[in-house]
């Protein structure tokens, strides 16, 4: 099998070719690679063809690393037909490649179930023996992740690598009763309580919720102009990005930042921040579950707008009740159980491969010290 990459200037006419494909991802679009482009990476968009069909779409990045290296990153792609493709890209990738490019990672966006023994289990199980909780992260099930495809060889990944996903194809009512009983409850006390949640224009509210939750958390966050441009970026074609916020009282105190594509929709960026206000007796106010009712909207209008898959983007692979994704992971929980692996693959393109990802993987623990006092990764 022959495949050849051919490149487009269409943003249309690739953002199309990425949605119709059935394993595919909204990183993918067209707008995530002008969002990336305000980084210093310069995207280039292909049509990955078989004789004069259209098989898949691919967006690489070009990361300069040094004079004379770069790297080229498929951030969860490529979008393609089959993963039987793969082995057949690398080659057709090779065709294309500059002779600077020393290495490709690809994210294949075909979600792998976890099993269902640890780490949710190990949680309860701390609590009551009153111990730390460190967990294994779970295995795939039957040990299922592939260790290659072809010439690409398992790796680390940029995206996160372990996420909570839920079926939206089910009726609502199924959706909410699969939902924890702590959820379920939350979300009561919000209607109750007269919180408003939906999608939200407002930007400025929600760069204050994901500001404060970053130095809250001690996490890093790219230049305001990102995030803004791939909210306007990812409309333009034929993707979509939008905002959802949860208001208590007119404040928001809970957001997200979404990315869509085909019959999936990606919970990219958001957070929270606590309300300490008062009533007229100067008492503070009732709890308000902001964040709950935050969750179960952005999933409902998901479902409301024709997406089947609600990807919550991301937990830990090791548990530590002392780290702020601990209560990230515990949130999305309530609201799905369905924790999968999306594993990376790299190819090599030249001798100097090895050594950069060493370096790559040196730099990376640097920033971890330097942000957070942590040589871990967030996740």
Request: with cysteine; net charge neutral.
């Given at each position: 099998?022959?495949?050849?990459?051919?490149?487009?200037t269409?943003?249309?006419?690739?953002?199309?070719?990425?949605?119709?494909?059935?394993?595919?991802?909204?990183?993918?679009?067209?707008?995530?690679?002008?969002?990336?482009?305000?980084?210093?990476?310069?995207?280039?968009?292909?049509?990955?063809?078989?004789?004069?069909?259209?098989?898949?779409?691919?967006?690489?990045?070009?990361?300069?690393?040094?004079p004379?290296f770069?790297t080229?990153?498929?951030?969860?792609?490529?979008?393609?037909?089959?993963?039987?493709?793969?082995?057949?890209?690398a080659?057709?990738?090779?065709?294309?490649?500059?002779?600077?490019?020393?290495?490709?990672?690809?994210?294949?966006?075909?979600?792998?179930?976890?099993?269902?023994?640890?780490?949710?289990?190990?949680?309860?199980?701390?609590?009551?023996?009153?111990?730390?909780?460190?967990?294994?992260?779970?295995?795939?099930?039957?040990?299922?992740?592939?260790?290659?495809?072809?010439?690409?060889?398992?790796?680390?990944?940029?995206?996160?690598?372990?996420?909570?996903?839920?079926?939206?194809?089910?009726?609502?009512?199924?959706?909410?009763?699969?939902?924890?009983?702590?959820?379920?409850?939350?979300?009561?006390?919000?209607e109750?309580?007269?919180?408003?949640?939906?999608?939200?224009?407002?930007?400025?509210?929600f760069?204050?919720?994901f500001?404060?939750?970053?130095?809250?958390?001690?996490?890093?966050?790219?230049?305001?102009?990102?995030?803004?441009?791939?909210?306007?970026?990812?409309?333009?074609?034929?993707?979509?990005?939008?905002?959802?916020l949860?208001?208590?009282?007119?404040?928001?105190?809970?957001?997200?930042f979404?990315?869509?594509?085909?019959?999936?929709?990606?919970?990219?960026?958001?957070?929270?921040?606590?309300?300490?206000?008062v009533?007229?007796?100067?008492?503070?106010?009732?709890?308000?579950?902001?964040?709950?009712?935050?969750?179960?909207?952005?999933?409902?209008?998901?479902k409301?707008h024709?997406?089947?898959?609600?990807?919550?983007?991301?937990?830990?692979?090791?548990?530590?009740?002392?780290?702020?994704?601990?209560?990230?992971?515990?949130?999305?929980?309530?609201?799905?159980?369905?924790?999968?692996?999306?594993?990376?693959y790299?190819?090599?393109?030249?001798?100097?491969?090895?050594?950069?990802?060493?370096?790559?993987?040196?730099?990376?623990?640097?920033?971890?010290?330097?942000?957070?006092?942590?040589?871990?990764?967030?996740?």
């Open positions: 099998m022959r495949l050849t990459l051919v490149e487009t269409d943003p249309r006419a690739y953002d199309d070719a990425v949605s119709r494909m059935p394993i595919t991802s909204a990183l993918q679009g067209w707008g995530y690679g002008e969002a990336r482009r305000t980084l210093g990476q310069t995207p280039t968009r292909y049509l990955i063809m078989q004789g004069d069909r259209t098989v898949g779409a691919v967006q690489l990045l070009r990361k300069r690393l040094v004379g770069s080229l990153y498929a951030p969860r792609g490529p979008a393609l037909e089959s993963l039987d493709l793969l082995p057949a890209f080659e057709a990738v090779r065709r294309v490649a500059r002779p600077t490019d020393a290495l490709l990672k690809i994210e294949p966006p075909v979600p792998f179930p976890a099993s269902d023994s640890a780490p949710v289990d190990q949680p309860a199980a701390a609590e009551a023996t009153g111990t730390e909780v460190v967990a294994t992260p779970p295995a795939a099930q039957d040990d299922a992740l592939p260790d290659s495809y072809g010439p690409f060889r398992r790796a680390e990944t940029e995206q996160p690598e372990h996420t909570i996903v839920a079926d939206l194809s089910r009726t609502e009512q199924e959706i909410f009763g699969a939902l924890s009983s702590m959820a379920r409850r939350n979300i009561r006390t919000a109750k309580l007269g919180v408003i949640a939906g999608r939200d224009d407002d930007f400025d509210a760069w204050e919720i500001t404060a939750t970053n130095e809250r958390a001690k996490l890093g966050a790219y230049p305001r102009e990102y995030y803004e441009t791939m909210l306007r970026e990812c409309n333009a074609h034929g993707g979509e990005a939008y905002i959802v949860s208001r208590y009282q007119g404040r928001a105190l809970a957001g997200g979404f990315v869509s594509m085909g019959k999936g929709t990606y919970y990219l960026f958001g957070g929270s921040v606590r309300d300490d206000r009533d007229e007796n100067g008492k503070p106010l009732k709890d308000a579950k902001a964040p709950d009712a935050f969750y179960w909207s952005a999933m409902l209008d998901a409301r024709g997406y089947e898959l609600f990807d919550f983007w991301g937990i830990p692979r090791v548990l530590d009740e002392s780290k702020h994704s601990y209560g990230v992971f515990k949130m999305k929980l309530k609201f799905s159980e369905q924790r999968v692996w999306y594993p990376a790299d190819l090599n393109l030249n001798a100097a491969a090895p050594a950069i990802v060493r370096a790559l993987r040196w730099r990376k623990t640097r920033n971890n010290v330097r942000k957070r006092g942590s040589a871990d990764d967030v996740l």
